[in-house]
C-alpha cells in the first residue's frame, strides 16, 4: 500500500531524534535532508541509461546500507558515497554534504557508528521506496523535503532559519507575477539572486505549469548545496545554482555587465548591515544604482532590490519581500523610492502580517517590481495583508485564504475597503512619495463604540442596528420582527429579551435564507461527486484540489452573508488533514480499500495488535451503511449499560453512610455483599438491609451481563465489517470515499460556517439589548437605595456610617 504523505512527513520528521541533541537544527538538518537526497536518487535514477543524474556504481543507497556498523562509517560515506556522486555531477559539489565524519557533530568511535547506523535505518524502511515517485507538480517527496526544511527553519532559530521563505508567502509572490497565463518555455528565465534553499524559485516553476530555465546565487555554501538538492527532487536538475555574494560578485553575466532575466524573485536578508563589503557603491561595476541613488552604508534593502531591477528584461517581472522600512525611511532611500516611483517600476505593494518569516518577527511587505510599460502607468496597487493569518506554533503563517484573498485583489485590482485599492501617483506625490499603507488603507477594525445617550436614556442606537445591514438585506421582515422605535435614533426590542434567538432562526424569511444556502451547497455538492469518482490511478492530486477549490470559490462568490473565503479555507483545512492522503493513495493505487493490522510497540520492543483500521474507507462508513441495524441495536444496549450503572451508583451513593446497608461492607463488590447477605440470612431486622443488597446484586448482575453482550455484539459487528471489504466494488468504494466520506465532512463544515454566522447575529443582538437595557439614572438610583440600605443595617448593627 503506497505511503501517505502525512505518514511520510512524520516518518522523515521522527529520522532527527538520531540527532537531537549533538547539534542543533540548523546543523542536523544537513545530515538528514542528505540522505533523504541520496536515497531518493538512488531509488529514481540508479543504473538509468541517460538520467539526469548519475549514480556511479557502489555509490548508491544500498552501498551506504552496506556500511552500517563499521567502524568508519562516517568515512566511508564520505569516500565511497558523496565524493563520487559530486565527481560524477556536475551541479552536484562534496561541499553540498555536511562531512559524515565530524565527531563534534556526530560523537566518537561506538556513538558515531551507532548514531549513523540507526539513521541509515530509518531510510532503509521499504516504505521509501521512491522509484515510482513522479517528480512534477504531485511530487510527494519535493513537498516533503520543503516540510522538512519549515520545521528545521523552526527549530532553527532567529539567526539561522533565514534558509527558508514559507511556502505560502513564495507561492502568493509567484502567483502574482502572472506566470501561470504568460506564454512560457525552456527560453523562459527565472532568476534569485539570494535563493536560499531554492524555495521561491520551484514555486515560481511549479506556478508556469512548464520547463522554464531556474538561475540562483547563495551566499551562504551549505544552504547552496540544499537548494542544488532541492532542484533535483523537485526534477529540475538542470537549474544552475552558483555559490557566492551576489552584490559584490554576481555569478550571472553577459559580458561586463548582469544577465537580464525574465522573472526575478527574492527575499534577500534585511536591512543588510555589511551589503557594501567588498563593493565600492560610487563605482559600481554594474551600474546596478545609477539613476535611483546609492543606499544608505548601513541599510542594504533597496541595493539587493536595485539589483533586482538592474536583473530584469525591458519586459521583466519581479517579486522581493522587503522589511517595511523601505517604503518609508528617509534621506537616501527616499531618493530611491522617489526615483522608482516616477520610472513607474513599482507595480504593487503587498503588507504581511508580523512574525511569518523565520530569520525575524519585524512585519515586511512584497514591493512587485515590472518594467513592461512602466511609462504608462498611473499608480500603485496596494494590499494591507497584515491581518490575515493564523498562529503556527511561535509563527503567524498566512492560511489559503489570506495568500487567495491577496492575489485576487491583485490580479484583479479589486478595491476592498480596508484591505486594497489603486493609489494614484498623484496622491503618492501628496504624501512626498512615502508608500506606508496606513497612510493608504486604514485597515483597522472598526471599535464598538458605546453610545452616552443610550445608556442615560436607554434605547438602542439606531446605527448599531444599521451596521447589521447585511443581515436586513436579506431578511428585511426580520429587522421588524426584532426591533421598534421608542424615540427618533433608537429602538427597542419588540420581543423578549430570552426569545432572541428562537425568533431569528424561526423567522420565515432567515428560514428561507437557510434553505437556500443549503440548495446551494447541493448543487456543488452533486457536481463535485461526479468528478470526484471519476479519479483515475496516476491523477494529479494537486490539481484536484486546484479545480475543486477554484469550482467552490466561484459557486459562493457574490452570496450574501457568508465569507467565500472562509468557505474556501473549510475546504482547504479538510483537504490538508484527510483528503490529501486519500486522494494520493487513489494515485498510486486506484480505488481500493485496503484493511491493515495496527501493530504499536511498547517500551521493552514487544508488539502489541490493536485491531485492524482502512485508510480510505474507516470502518465507521462500513457500519453506518451495511451495518445500521446492527449499530443500533449496540447503542440501545449502551444506553441500558449507562442507566443499569448509573442505578448502580446512586444505590451505593443513597446507602454508603454510618448507617447505610453498605456501611459493613470494606468494598462494595459481588463477593463482598453475597458473603453479608448469607451472614444476615434470617435475620428479620436486617430484612431491609437485605432487600437493597438484594437490589444491587440485580443491578450488578445486569451491568455485566450488558457488558458482555456489548463486547460480543462488537466482536461480531468488527468482523463482519471486517470481511465487507473485500467485497466492496469500486462503485461502492467511490459512494463510501465521495458522498460518505469527503462531501458529508465538507457538507457539516460548511454547515457549520453558516451556524456560525446566525449565531453571530444573535449575539450582537443580546450584547446591544443587554448593554443598553438599564438606564444610567436607574443604576444611580439602584446604587443610592442599596446604599441606604446598607447603612441602616449597619446602624442597626451599631456601627457609624
Not at 531524534?17 to 529514481?44: C, H, N, P, T, W
Not at 558515497?81 to 561541499?95: D, E, F, R, V
Not at 517590481?369 to 493569518?389: L, P, T, V, Y
Request: with cysteine; proline share 4%.
Amino acid at each position: 500500500m503506497a505511503l501517505k504523505k502525512s505518514e511520510l512527513y512524520s516518518f522523515l520528521w521522527s529520522s532527527c531524534d538520531e540527532l537531537r541533541g549533538g547539534m542543533d537544527a540548523s546543523q542536523y538538518k544537513d545530515y538528514v535532508l542528505s540522505l533523504l537526497f541520496i536515497r531518493y536518487i538512488s531509488d529514481k535514477y540508479a543504473d538509468v541509461p541517460y538520467a539526469p543524474i548519475t549514480v556511479p556504481k557502489g555509490s548508491s543507497f544500498n552501498d551506504m546500507v552496506a556500511l552500517k556498523g563499521t567502524p568508519d562509517i562516517g568515512d566511508q560515506i564520505n569516500k565511497k558515497i558523496i565524493a563520487p556522486l559530486a565527481k560524477a555531477n556536475q551541479q552536484l559539489s562534496q561541499a553540498d554534504f555536511p562531512d559524515f565524519n565530524e565527531p563534534t557533530k556526530l560523537g566518537d568511535g561506538k556513538e558515531k557508528v551507532e548514531r549513523l547506523t540507526n539513521l541509515i535505518a530509518i531510510f532503509e524502511d521499504p516504505a521509501l521506496d521512491f522509484s515510482s515517485n513522479r517528480a512534477d507538480g504531485d511530487d510527494i517527496l519535493g513537498d516533503a523535503y520543503e516540510y522538512l526544511m519549515r520545521h528545521f527553519a523552526t527549530e532553527s532559530g532567529k539567526s539561522k532559519g533565514q534558509f527558508y521563505t514559507p511556502a505560502e508567502v513564495s507561492r502568493t509572490m509567484a502567483q502574482m507575477l502572472g506566470i501561470r497565463h504568460a506564454k512560457t518555455s525552456a527560453d523562459t528565465t527565472v532568476y534569485d539572486p539570494t535563493c536560499g534553499s531554492g524555495s521561491l524559485l520551484l514555486k515560481v516553476a511549479d506556478e508556469a505549469g512548464s520547463n522554464v530555465t531556474l538561475y540562483g546565487q547563495e551566499k551562504d555554501s551549505a544552504t547552496s548545496g540544499l537548494a542544488r538538492m532541492n532542484m533535483i527532487l523537485h526534477n529540475t536538475p538542470t537549474a544552475l545554482i552558483m555559490q557566492g555574494n551576489t552584490l559584490t560578485d554576481p555569478k550571472f553575466r553577459d559580458g561586463d555587465t548582469v544577465k537580464t532575466f525574465d522573472y526575478v524573485v527574492a527575499n534577500p536578508p534585511f536591512s543588510d548591515k555589511r551589503w557594501s563589503t567588498g563593493l565600492d557603491p560610487l563605482h559600481d561595476p554594474h551600474d546596478r544604482f545609477k539613476g535611483f541613488g546609492v543606499p544608505p552604508a548601513k541599510q542594504g534593502d533597496y541595493a539587493y532590490l536595485l539589483h533586482i531591477v538592474r536583473s530584469l528584461k525591458s519586459t521583466g517581472k519581479g517579486a522581493c519581500i522587503l522589511p517595511h522600512g523601505v517604503l518609508f525611511r528617509g534621506n537616501a532611500e527616499a531618493e530611491i523610492r522617489r526615483n522608482l516611483v516616477r520610472k513607474g517600476y513599482i507595480k504593487g505593494v503587498i503588507g504581511l502580517p508580523a512574525n511569518l518569516f523565520y530569520g525575524t518577527g519585524i512585519p515586511a511587505c512584497i514591493v512587485v517590481i515590472d518594467k513592461e510599460d512602466a511609462q504608462a502607468r498611473r499608480g500603485i496597487f496596494m494590499i494591507d495583508a497584515s491581518q490575515g493569518f493564523m498562529k503556527d506554533g511561535p509563527k503567524n503563517r498566512l492560511r489559503s485564504q489570506d495568500t487567495h484573498k491577496i492575489v485576487d485583489a491583485f490580479t484583479r485590482r479589486l478595491d476592498i475597503p480596508g484591505f486594497s485599492r489603486m493609489v494614484s501617483f498623484d496622491e503618492i506625490e501628496k504624501n512626498e512619495f512615502n508608500l506606508n499603507l496606513p497612510r493608504y488603507i486604514d485597515s483597522q477594525k472598526q471599535q464598538d463604540r458605546q453610545d452616552i445617550e443610550g445608556h442615560l436614556r436607554g434605547g438602542i442606537p439606531q446605527a448599531d442596528i444599521d451596521a447589521l445591514k447585511a443581515y436586513w438585506d436579506v431578511c428585511p421582515g426580520l429587522k421588524k420582527a426584532l426591533f421598534k422605535e421608542c424615540r427618533p435614533g433608537y429602538v427597542e426590542l419588540a420581543i423578549d429579551k430570552g426569545t432572541i434567538k428562537s425568533t431569528i432562526f424561526g423567522h420565515p424569511e432567515f428560514t428561507a435564507f437557510m434553505q437556500g444556502m443549503n440548495k446551494h451547497f447541493n448543487v456543488w455538492r452533486v457536481r463535485s461527486a461526479d468528478k470526484l469518482k471519476a479519479l483515475k490511478a496516476g491523477h494529479h492530486p494537486k490539481d484536484v484540489i486546484f479545480d475543486l477549490s477554484e469550482d467552490l470559490l466561484a459557486h459562493y462568490t457574490g452570496r450574501s452573508l457568508i465569507d467565500k473565503y472562509d468557505v474556501y479555507q473549510h475546504l482547504m483545512d479538510y483537504w490538508a488533514e484527510v483528503m490529501q492522503d486519500d486522494c494520493y493513495l487513489i494515485a498510486a493505487d486506484g480505488w481500493k480499500a485496503e484493511t491493515y493490522r495496527i501493530v504499536e510497540k511498547d517500551k521493552k520492543g514487544k508488539e502489541k495488535d490493536r485491531g485492524w483500521a482502512c485508510d480510505l474507507v474507516p470502518k465507521s462508513l462500513i457500519v453506518a451503511r451495511y451495518f445500521a441495524n446492527e449499530q443500533a441495536a449496540i447503542d440501545d444496549m449502551t444506553a441500558q449499560l449507562e442507566s443499569a450503572s448509573a442505578a448502580l451508583a446512586e444505590l451505593e451513593e443513597e446507602n454508603g453512610g454510618e448507617d447505610g446497608a453498605f456501611a459493613e461492607l470494606d468494598k462494595v463488590n459481588k463477593a463482598n455483599v453475597a458473603a453479608r447477605l448469607k451472614e444476615i440470612k434470617g435475620d428479620k431486622s436486617a430484612k431491609e438491609e437485605a432487600a437493597i443488597l438484594n437490589e444491587w446484586l440485580k443491578l450488578s448482575a445486569r451491568e455485566s451481563e450488558l457488558k458482555k453482550e456489548i463486547k460480543e455484539a462488537e466482536a461480531a459487528l468488527d468482523l463482519a465489517a471486517y470481511k465487507k471489504y473485500p467485497k466492496l466494488s469500486q462503485d461502492e468504494i467511490r459512494v463510501l470515499a465521495v458522498d460518505d466520506k469527503w462531501l458529508a465532512a465538507i457538507d457539516a463544515r460548511i454547515h457549520g460556517e453558516m451556524d456560525r454566522i446566525s449565531q453571530a447575529l444573535t449575539q450582537r443582538i443580546q450584547n446591544l439589548a443587554q448593554r443598553y437595557e438599564v438606564r444610567l439614572p436607574d443604576l444611580v438610583a439602584n446604587v443610592a437605595a442599596l446604599d441606604a440600605k446598607v447603612s441602616g443595617h449597619l446602624k442597626r448593627m451599631g456601627f457609624a456610617w
